[in-house]
């Protein structure tokens, strides 16, 4: 709703009108108004008081000499506010009224009037806005109920590379399949600070907020960083503060948030969190794979990170094009087509005005990600076969063929040569889309990154909590590692959600696990020792008990103190073994490279003596 605020009747009000006194006849007073080309009169006193007021309409009632109106007379003064003025007219249901001050008539308030200053403040509040949009240093993207695209400043065209005439009132979809904006439309539900990638060269920090006009939703406004922005805003704020030293836990603290969501490498299946040498063993496969154009086939259980490995792979491959996520498990069979080739306008009842465009197309140049392949139609795989063999689809309803480049990353939870000889696959597409398969191994089968994972998932969800105070109480981590995972690494996501939810003063018991952890395990924490064990050993553990022995003499027991001379000793380490490569060293220390970066300013780590492989 437009607000009036503080606009007020004297700047909208018209000095131009009639004002006569009695006795006068009908016919007098419609030639005055004619003559002044006014609609009404205003009826003053002796005394200049106005009495009543007479339209057109209220002099065709009347042939007497005099006219007497049968109505009381309603005034406001120069000072009352437009939105109180607007409101008298309606509840009154009048048209105009007289302005008096001191009890004198100073002018006339129209209907007309009323809306020439809704015009101008509209006009006045979307230049202020637009101004306020092109100078501010956020993107900012606006969406109405149907996604269609209503506002997109400057900052959104640089940090896109889309202008504004392209995208306004467009689908949001058909220019970032993945983006954010529908689902807090949908759910209506804020988001803030969240790391996204709408588009596989395009990171970024969102925030998005439903609107509302009154009770109605609206549509939804959005703002956005790219990442590397916000890191380089945060090493600012570090070389500002480096001379002050005293400062370093609070300036620590003030990082913790940009660690959280960026991601630890240009190499995007750093994303894929664990340790594992089974795990490390798909993504060094996955990257070989990533750089051919071939087609893949992920095999994995429910839950084991499918369409996560299938975006890496899109981000490392050098596909200019959408990622484009397909369920095909949710999508009914009557809708498949229309749904993945598009239609045309008029192609069935209830087809949108100018038709849809379907996933292929969105995925010109760029990764069709078809999950829960095993669930597509029988008659649906005979023509995605097509497609993958003519490079040609054609939009229901439609005459032409369009021409598509997609790369097709399959999955699958079932074995689908079984499907194939149960005949519930077709075995000529089964042999198109798995050119390379990779098997995604599940969470029982890599227990050593339940730690690392369920540390990423507790720091996405206490973004705006204090991590330091969230701690895990004895028995918790043995008690998850002791579990078999059916549900994976899914499952693990929720227990860490009603771990969190249920946590009192910071602290995750075991009372915190769901009942179907507790009764299949006997909590312990033993494996945890174990496995923490063998991650240090990777990074040449004589070193450390070396580091470690020196330690064990030294009289200061300061824990703090001696664990920031491990902490810098493995930070050495890893340049000299890499030869002063820090995404290298930050890879083997598995920490993010701002994390590095910022230690190595705070123990003042010469690079070059590490390049030399000095000590």
Not at 305 to 321: D, N, P, V
Not at 472 to 482: D, E, I, K, S, T
Request: glycine share 6%; net charge negative.
């Amino acid at each position: 709703m437009i607000d009036f605020g503080e606009m007020k009747v004297k700047n909208f009000m018209c000095h131009n009108y009639i004002a006569v006194t009695p006795p006068l006849k009908t016919e007098d007073i419609l030639n005055k108004m004619l003559d002044n080309n006014q609609q009404e009169a205003i009826i003053i006193d002796e005394q200049g008081e106005p009495q009543a007021i007479l339209t057109f309409s209220d002099l065709e009632k009347n042939e007497g000499e005099w006219v007497e109106p049968n109505y009381d007379l309603i005034t406001v003064s120069p000072d009352t506010s437009l939105s109180r003025a607007r409101k008298i007219m309606q509840d009154n249901d009048i048209g105009r009224l007289p302005v008096t001050e001191g009890k004198k008539v100073v002018g006339i308030l129209r209907k007309d009037d009323l809306l020439l200053g809704l015009y101008k403040h509209k006009k006045k509040l979307n230049w202020s806005f637009f101004k306020l949009l092109e100078n501010i240093q956020e993107a900012v993207c606006v969406i109405n109920c149907q996604g269609e695209v209503m506002v997109w400043n400057k900052q959104a065209e640089e940090i896109s590379g889309i202008k504004k005439q392209e995208i306004i009132e467009q689908d949001i979809e058909a220019f970032f399949p993945d983006s954010l904006l529908p689902q807090v439309l949908e759910k209506e539900r804020p988001v803030e600070n969240i790391k996204h990638s709408p588009r596989q060269d395009l990171n970024i920090i969102i925030s998005a907020h439903p609107v509302y006009f009154f009770d109605e939703l609206i549509g939804v406004i959005a703002t956005a960083k790219e990442i590397e922005e916000v890191a380089d805003m945060t090493w600012d704020i570090k070389s500002d503060s480096r001379e002050d030293m005293s400062e370093t836990g609070k300036l620590e603290t003030e990082i913790m948030p940009v660690e959280r969501i960026e991601d630890a490498d240009d190499d995007p299946f750093q994303m894929i969190k664990g340790r594992s040498e089974i795990l490390e063993t798909a993504k060094d496969k996955a990257r070989q794979a990533a750089v051919t154009d071939f087609n893949i086939l992920l095999i994995g259980e429910s839950g084991t990170g499918k369409e996560l490995f299938a975006q890496a792979i899109h981000k490392a491959s050098e596909r200019k094009g959408n990622f484009v996520p397909v369920n095909c498990g949710a999508i009914p069979a009557d809708l498949f087509e229309s749904e993945m080739f598009g239609y045309v306008e008029g192609a069935f009842t209830g087809a949108s005005a100018g038709g849809k465009v379907g996933y292929f197309e969105l995925a010109d140049l760029g990764t069709l990600f078809l999950d829960e392949i095993e669930s597509m139609p029988l008659p649906m795989q005979a023509k995605l076969l097509r497609v993958l063999q003519e490079n040609k689809i054609k939009r229901v309803g439609g005459e032409e063929f369009i021409d598509v480049d997609v790369r097709i990353i399959s999955a699958a939870s079932t074995d689908l040569e079984k499907e194939v000889s149960k005949g519930e696959f077709r075995e000529d597409l089964y042999y198109r889309i798995d050119v390379i398969d990779l098997k995604l191994p599940p969470l029982r089968n890599r227990k050593e990154d339940i730690p690392v994972l369920l540390e990423t998932f507790l720091r996405e969800m206490s973004w705006s909590r204090d991590l330091s105070t969230v701690k895990l109480c004895p028995g918790v981590m043995g008690a998850l590692m002791n579990y078999e995972w059916p549900g994976n690494i899914r499952e693990l996501k929720n227990t860490a959600k009603q771990m969190l939810a249920f946590a009192s003063s910071g602290e995750i018991t075991v009372e915190c696990l769901p009942e179907r952890i507790l009764n299949e395990i006997s909590p312990s924490g033993e494996e945890v020792e174990e496995i923490e064990s063998e991650s240090i050993s990777k990074i040449e553990l004589d070193e450390i008990q070396s580091d470690l022995a020196i330690i064990k003499h030294m009289e200061n027991l300061n824990l703090e103190d001696n664990l920031k001379v491990i902490e810098r000793r493995l930070i050495e380490m890893a340049l000299r073994k890499t030869s002063g490569n820090k995404s290298q060293a930050a890879d083997l220390l598995k920490i993010p490279r701002s994390t590095l970066h910022y230690k190595i300013d705070k123990y003042d780590i010469n690079l070059n003596s590490q390049k030399n492989g000095q000590a």
